[in-house]
């Protein structure tokens, strides 16, 4: 069905006195409350701060001067809008903020003491910056992280959010945002004049409330305190006259770019003149950067594998021991460039590992939108005592580190696919070739985001695909450490 939206020349009768200008009051009342908390964090972040280098310190700066830091330092904040509302942690732009604005306050604070004679002053004036930055930051990671740890544990309690569009984007979204409650927008509808129908097992039960011209009734309503316009096609004017209409009624608004598959982390806004533009630089995997990072893998998975060799030594007798059958499982599988070779497992099943079919067929069909064929009995039947413990823990997946020594994989890349389904998803799943363009991996953006075994294929494919074109050492070394826990509270992959 067709995602756009239409617009309205005017307001509907009656709503105009009443909302335009006026923020709801759901909306007020939640970016108030985040402001004055944010504001005492900092507030108290400073005071320590100051008392510390005053502690820290021979020559402190005057009391006065110091308290004109502070002051400065959090109009600097509020006029870079580090207070304004935020769905995730703050943003690199806001990160930097934190960092040079007490930096320069600071410098010229320092300046004015040397010039009046207080010859400490510089000294003084690094220590209470490197103070200012450190609790600062960490205070606002802190609150932060502990604020989406209540909202992924406890009862929805985000910000009410219309999506505008309720085609295949708004329903992405809208799924993202109820599977993600940290985020803090609890999508409660959507508005389009032209939504998507179906009998799709994967759209939510969220009611469409009306079309774009009925933007303001519903905000009066519903008391909506967050839009977020996620539709394709609809002409620029359309999308410029729902963000100023928002404006105009106070509540905040985002807008899903065009061409947002493109647009990661490593994208920024340039201004030719008024006008601005989005340079692109997504990571080369031809690069030198990748060449050094699949030599560094080889050396690492070496070392691993020598250090772990009387653990792999013991789970070889006992997966001999387990069943008849050989020790290795192995499986064709793909990676860069489509090259195809022998993946390695310790077997965990009875019986020749593939006498008796796929136990993931049904979720193969379902991802090409075919109907369910007759099922084979499911392969966990034959699941020894010792390959369920070695696939509850994810041990029977270390012999792929052979792999990685071998050049096959990586430690860190998309989860290789099997052959057979490779040539089935890559003509039927959007962007499903362009996970090929790295080596794959033993663990992987997705799947330490919860994409493992039987889950979306096209999340899976979205994320592998960000990781691609975002990758970077610390991406890298975020994933190594979200490999733990992913291991300690998810099912064994595929």
Avoid at 72 to 101: I, N
Wanted: net charge neutral; aromatic share 6%.
């Amino acid at each position: 069905m067709s995602e756009q939206v239409a617009t309205s020349e005017r307001l509907p009768a009656g709503l105009e006195l009443r909302t335009v200008g006026r923020p709801t009051t759901a909306a007020r009342r939640s970016s108030n409350a985040r402001t004055l908390a944010l504001v005492g964090i900092d507030a108290v972040a400073m005071l320590l701060a100051v008392l510390g280098a005053h502690a820290w310190s021979t020559q402190p700066l005057r009391d006065g001067i110091a308290a004109v830091v502070v002051l400065a330092t959090m109009a600097a904040f509020a006029t870079a809008g580090c207070y304004r509302p935020r769905a995730t942690l703050p943003s690199r732009e806001e990160r930097r903020t934190l960092l040079v604005a007490p930096a320069l306050i600071v410098m010229f604070a320092a300046a004015f003491e040397l010039a009046t004679t207080h010859p400490g002053a510089g000294d003084a004036g690094v220590r209470l910056w490197l103070l200012m930055a450190t609790l600062v930051g960490t205070g606002r990671l802190g609150v932060a992280g502990a604020e989406a740890l209540v909202r992924r544990t406890s009862t929805p309690t985000g910000r009410a959010t219309l999506i505008v569009g309720a085609g295949h984007v708004g329903q992405t979204l809208a799924q993202r945002l109820v599977a993600e409650p940290q985020y803090g927008l609890q999508p409660i509808g959507f508005l389009d004049k032209e939504p998507l129908t179906g009998d799709d097992e994967t759209l939510l039960d969220l009611p469409v409330l009306g079309a774009s011209w009925h933007l303001e009734e519903v905000i009066a309503e519903h008391d909506v305190q967050h839009v977020i316009v996620a539709f394709s096609t609809a002409p620029p004017s359309v999308v410029l006259d729902i963000v100023r209409r928002c404006w105009r009624l106070g509540v905040g608004v985002m807008v899903v770019p065009r061409l947002f598959e493109v647009e990661g982390r490593r994208a920024r806004v340039e201004h030719l003149g008024a006008l601005p533009v989005v340079a692109l630089n997504p990571s080369d995997p031809r690069s030198w950067q990748f060449t050094i990072k699949y030599a560094i893998d080889r050396i690492i998975a070496s070392f691993v594998l020598l250090a772990l060799s009387p653990v792999l030594a013991v789970l070889a007798v006992g997966t001999k021991l387990s069943s008849p059958g050989p020790i290795f499982f192995r499986q064709r599988r793909v990676g860069l460039d489509g090259h195809a070779f022998d993946m390695l497992k310790f077997r965990t099943m009875s019986g020749s590992p593939d006498s008796r079919g796929e136990n993931d067929a049904a979720w193969a069909m379902a991802t090409l939108g075919l109907a369910e064929g007759g099922t084979e009995a499911a392969p966990e039947d034959r699941r020894t005592r010792f390959g369920t413990f070695l696939r509850r823990t994810s041990m029977d997946e270390l012999p792929q580190l052979w792999n990685v020594v071998r050049g096959d994989m990586s430690i860190i890349g998309p989860r290789p696919e099997r052959s057979h389904y490779v040539e089935q998803f890559q003509d039927a799943i959007y962007r499903y070739p362009d996970r090929h363009r790295v080596k794959s991996g033993l663990t992987g953006w997705a799947q330490v985001n919860g994409l493992r075994g039987e889950t979306s294929l096209q999340d899976r494919i979205e994320w592998d695909n960000f990781y691609i074109e975002n990758w970077s050492p610390l991406l890298d070394l975020k994933i190594v450490l979200k490999t733990i826990p992913a291991l300690l509270f998810a099912r064994g992959d595929r």
